[in-house]
């Protein structure tokens, strides 16, 4: 069993993405807008945002992974799920569970931005602007959080932990 501590409780995460909806609702307004869920950390937090949304959208996800079994990102970005929506001349937003050292994130977005897409921009529930590597601007961030290995609402640890109504840092990987 792992030792962990709440970072960011789920009320706190509940207001947080209905003002994330409220600011995308009125930034998107007469826009085609589809929104991608980065698979698998995204699903939870996507789940919650699109349900404040108030706009017809688009959904899809696309699956990439950078960390396998570890704490820390491989360096290597591997494709294993990709998009099935026609991207070309809509605006997209990313939905990513955490962005870290920017890598997987700036991949995604040159990868879906020459599909001819309007526009590519980039939500995320855990920003760690710290361990940048590559520059990438987060357009809607949920929380920034300086340091510690995250779990819950989507985070997980060699895929396990995602179920947490809330965002816990492991003091202990148990």
Do not use: W
Not at 28 to 55: H, P, T
Not at 124 to 142: F, N, P, S
Not at 149 to 155: A, C, N, S, T
């Amino acid at each position: 069993m792992i030792e962990k501590e709440e970072v960011v409780s789920r009320k706190d995460i509940a207001r947080r993405v209905q003002e994330l909806g409220r600011t995308i609702t009125r930034d998107y307004a007469g826009r085609q807008l589809v929104v991608i869920g980065i698979l698998n950390g995204a699903f939870i937090f996507l789940a919650d945002l699109v349900r404040e949304i108030e706009l017809p959208i688009e959904i899809d996800f696309i699956r990439v992974s950078s960390y396998g079994p570890g704490t820390s990102s491989s360096g290597t970005i591997q494709c294993a799920k990709d998009t099935e929506i026609d991207l070309a001349g809509k605006d997209l937003l990313l939905v990513e569970d955490i962005v870290d050292t920017g890598r997987t994130i700036a991949c995604l977005k040159e990868l879906l931005t020459a599909r001819k897409a309007n526009s590519v921009r980039i939500c995320a529930l855990i920003d760690k602007q710290e361990r940048r590597e590559v520059e990438v601007a987060v357009d809607y961030t949920g929380f920034v959080v300086a340091e510690g290995f995250l779990v819950g609402y989507g985070l997980d640890h060699a895929e396990q932990h995602r179920q947490y109504p809330a965002i816990y840092k492991i003091v202990s990987p148990g």
